[in-house]
């Protein structure tokens, strides 16, 4: 027998209760029956992003929300800044660069938070810059860059939007929107939110919206403003991704219950925990300044050869943990605590990378990643 365990930061496991209810015989997207459910999922998005503003449904993946923010605000050979500390700081660049758009950035090594003190000052330097363009959580690297602090800066510029890919810290982090004064924010279904993937979430502020308005790049699909008439009626422009979007209610449903401050914090003690265990296994972690809830990323021992220990785990022992990617691939691990996670969720994938370690020959004392997590875990276990 292999039972599966999917421990990566995207796709993530789905609740039992969400498979159901998406399994449901299909209904029509034009009905009282849809827009009702449709609704109550506007409505629970709003608590998450803690918005008044509509976040969009899109049926689409993350990155397709990443491209409607880019061709619905900017014009051709506009200027914007991108803060690129990952694979998808990078993929920002190639959108903007796919429209004409004059990508700027602030490279940072992977591993590194971006330093707000830089954004200022090439904002300050270069204030026709149009939009700032960053990562809430690069997973790639496994690191938070400072949301709070880079709204605070482009905040009272009335025409630089920041526009932020939240894919792996909304939902992760608490994310205030309207308090912060975030511009666009996006996020995708199979991350925090814990559904397959093929939704993605986009919310703009006022600002925002004045920019669409000026906006010239080509549009059709991805057209927010269509997006935005329809959805106020709840219905979608197009067909809705029916099945999800039940899903997606059966999830903010659970969020809510929960209590959405208590979903933070469970993101925040299981990545602390794992920290605690990947450094008392004597592995050193890839962030260096702010590390992300969405996943912890640490080095393998150099002599491990680490795209042969993820595979082992996934395919030998049915544990999936991510691998690093392009310079980082087959030197680090990427530990999700994303979405339908818990205590014995780290506890298992510290179980098993102890496990793997000394299956490839490192020199680990059982127990003792495992034992530093659940001191931290203890932390959180409810009373008797
Ligand atoms: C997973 C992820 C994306 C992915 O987008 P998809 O199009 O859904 O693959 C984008 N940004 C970040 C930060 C992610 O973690």
Known sequence: MLKKYLITPGPVSVPEQVLLDMARPMIHHRTPEFEE??????????????????????????TGAMESAVINTLNQGDKVLVINGGKFGERWIKI??????????????WGRSVNPADVKAF???????????????????????????????????????LIVDGITSAGVHDTRFDEWGIDILITGSQKAFMLPPGLAFITLSQKAWNMVEKSTLPKFYFN????????????????????????????LSMMEKEGIDNVFK???????????AVKALGLKLLAQDIPSNAATGCFLPENIDGKAFVKYLRDKCGVSIAGGQDHLAGKILRISHLGYHDAFDTITAVSAIEMGLKKFGADIEFGKGVAAAQSVLMGEMPSI
């Not at 459910?37 to 993350?62: C, D, H, M, Y």
């Not at 860059?145 to 709204?151: D, F, G, Q, S, T």
């Not at 403003?225 to 039940?246: D, F, R, Y």
Request: aromatic content about 6%; glycine content about 6%.
């Open 37 to 62: 459910i449709f609704k109550e999922a506007r409505n629970g998005l709003k608590k998450v992003f803690k918005t008044e503003q509509e976040p969009l449904i899109l049926a689409s993946s993350g």
């Open 123 to 161: 904002l300050d330097k270069n204030p026709d810059t149009k939009a700032v363009f960053v990562q809430g959580s690069e997973t790639s690297s496994t690191v938070y860059h400072p949301v709070k602090e880079l709204a605070a800066i482009t905040k009272d510029m009335p025409e630089t939007l």
């Open 96 to 109: 903007c660069q796919a429209y004409g758009i004059n990508a700027e950035s602030v490279t940072i090594e």
């Open 224 to 251: 927010l403003k269509t997006e935005l008439k329809n959805q106020l009626k709840n219905t979608t422009a197009w067909t809705a991704g029916v099945s999800l979007i039940i899903g997606l209610k059966t999830v």
């Open 266 to 276: 469970r993101h925040s003690i299981n990545a602390e925990a794992t920290r605690a």
